[in-house]
């Protein structure tokens, strides 16, 4: 099973509100990554949490803050942001990082910010 | 930095026709990951490669890691509508930034029955 799901598929927020996306995976895998995705763009790497501690942040600004509350979930909380953020959001897995770990993606939340 | 060039950009072909799509690049990369995306679905994993020459298929794919670690080719034969989408080659570096991939643009692939 190479399954990493993500809820909500879609999410509609205004630029005040606070929300939350969440992934989870099951496949023992101890590196998850967040991905902001445009239309017609190759995926872009946000986050890197690795055994459940923030390895990497390519310089996201503070109104995305990830958390990783065990192995098995990692969330994004979302707040204040702005309309340019409305993006697919991947969540992603592996065994580990930096070592080739095949990187399993889930399906996606579609962001719209009004 | 490490960039890959994939080509084409986007591809219209005849169903039942032989599609093959390419990445290149000028760095090194220890593992090659090919992937497709539907409209509204995330990337799915076709195919990985983990040694310089490796051949390997899946079904109608076939994919090869350049013996020099800086390229790879897709193939996809008798193509059928439900191929259509984006197929996208990632490079990995073993210890570089933590295993992050780099994405090539993309192959958009039409099928037309």
């Known amino acids: 099973d190479t399954e990493v799901t993500q809820t909500p598929k879609h999410l509609v927020m205004g630029m005040t509100n606070k929300k939350s996306l969440k992934c989870e995976q099951h496949?023992?895998?101890?590196?998850m990554y967040w991905y902001k995705q445009k239309a017609k763009k190759p995926p872009e790497l946000m986050f890197v949490?690795?055994?459940?501690?923030?390895?990497i942040n390519e310089s996201v600004p503070s109104r995305f803050s990830p958390e990783c509350p065990n192995s098995s979930l990692l969330n994004l909380h979302l707040h204040a942001l702005q309309p340019e953020d409305s993006a697919l959001y991947l969540c992603?897995?592996?065994?580990?990082?930096?070592?080739?770990?095949?990187?399993?993606f889930g399906e996606g939340s579609w962001l719209t910010v009004v | 930095g490490q960039q890959l060039n994939q080509s084409p950009q986007s591809m219209f072909i005849q169903e039942g026709e032989d599609v093959s799509m390419n990445c290149t690049s000028s760095?090194?990369?220890?593992?090659w990951l090919w992937y497709k995306q539907e409209p509204g679905e995330g990337p799915v994993l076709l195919i990985a490669?983990?040694?310089?020459?490796e051949l390997t298929s899946n079904g109608r794919l076939t994919a090869q890691f350049g013996i020099t670690r800086k390229d790879s080719f897709l193939n996809i034969s008798a193509s059928i509508p439900s191929d259509v989408g984006i197929y996208f080659c990632?490079?990995?570096?073993?210890?570089?930034?933590?295993?992050?991939?780099?994405f090539g643009k993309g192959t958009k692939l039409s099928v037309k029955p």
């Open positions: 760095s090194i990369f220890n593992t």
């Open positions: 949490y690795s055994y459940e501690k923030l390895s």
């Open positions: 990632a490079g990995q570096v073993y210890g570089g930034s933590q295993g992050n991939l780099i």
């Open positions: 496949m023992g895998h101890r590196a």
């Open positions: 992603a897995s592996s065994q580990e990082t930096g070592v080739g770990g095949t990187i399993y």
């Open positions: 490669l983990y040694k310089a020459g």
